[in-house]
């Protein structure tokens, strides 16, 4: 499986904007990004994610570089509810593969 | 999106005993569970894959004899911990998805075990 390097962690400030790094340096034509996040415990959380072209939902946006070797999941605006470990997996399009976690990213939001 | 449930949430044994973690899809057939186990201040390890109807695939490490897992139903996915021991005690989270290549996987909030 090609690998992903997350930072180990972020603080951000409440209402303010956050962009988590993801650098797959080695992603291959067929890996889709995608970001799930945990809460303490809970069980992650589907947040988004995307092939090429950049995405956005409800809950957040998927900057995509144009070699794919990287990505940043963007927070528009933090809230306290936000701090969690988020982590960035690649998963190949075939059928039943599982998703293999890093450490991800533990974000701290401050008030 | 998706409901899977799992159950207990916490659930304390007694070491020598079994315990057993249902996990639910409520909302769609899940043809694909994962079960993961997680340590304090680490990430999620997948122990097995288990699809509906045939054996489960255990991940190298795993004890098949000690983690029985039963897909019996495109609803139901079970985890049982025969013989616990303090070791065992985890954070248990089970996964499950459809059979639409690369959807999202959905996952349950997870059982405290502590085999005491």
């Known amino acids: 499986d090609a690998k992903t390097t997350q930072p180990n962690s972020m603080e951000s400030n409440e209402e303010e904007p956050v962009h988590l790094p993801c650098n797959h340096s080695?992603?291959?034509?067929?890996?889709?990004i995608h970001w799930y996040r945990q809460l303490p415990s809970q069980g992650p959380e589907y947040v988004i994610h995307?092939?090429?072209s950049n995405v956005n939902n409800r809950m957040a946006s998927l900057a995509i570089a144009e070699d794919r070797k990287s990505s940043t999941l963007i927070l528009h605006r933090a809230t306290l509810r936000d701090a969690a470990v988020y982590y960035c997996?690649?998963?190949?399009?075939?059928?039943?593969?599982?998703?293999?976690f890093g450490p991800g990213t533990r974000l701290s939001v401050l008030p | 999106g998706a409901v899977v449930s799992q159950h207990p949430s916490r659930v304390i044994c007694k070491s020598g005993t079994s315990v057993k973690i249902e996990c639910r899809s409520l909302?769609?057939?899940?043809?694909?569970m994962f079960w993961y186990r997680q340590f304090p201040k680490q990430s999620l390890m997948l122990m097995a894959t288990?699809?509906?109807?045939?054996?489960?695939?255990?991940e190298q490490g795993v004890e098949k004899d000690k983690f029985l897992i039963n897909h019996a139903s495109l609803t139901l996915s079970t985890l049982t911990v025969t013989s616990a021991h303090p070791e065992d005690s985890s954070f248990y989270i089970c996964?499950?998805?459809?059979?639409?290549?690369?959807?999202?996987?959905?996952f349950g909030q997870g059982t405290r075990l502590t085999v005491v």
């Open positions: 996964s499950a998805r459809s059979g639409t290549t690369n959807t999202e996987a959905f």
């Open positions: 080695t992603i291959s034509g067929t890996d889709y």
């Open positions: 995307g092939l090429t």
């Open positions: 997996i690649l998963r190949d399009n075939n059928y039943g593969q599982n998703f293999v």
């Open positions: 909302d769609f057939q899940a043809t694909t």
């Open positions: 288990s699809n509906e109807g045939s054996k489960a695939t255990y």
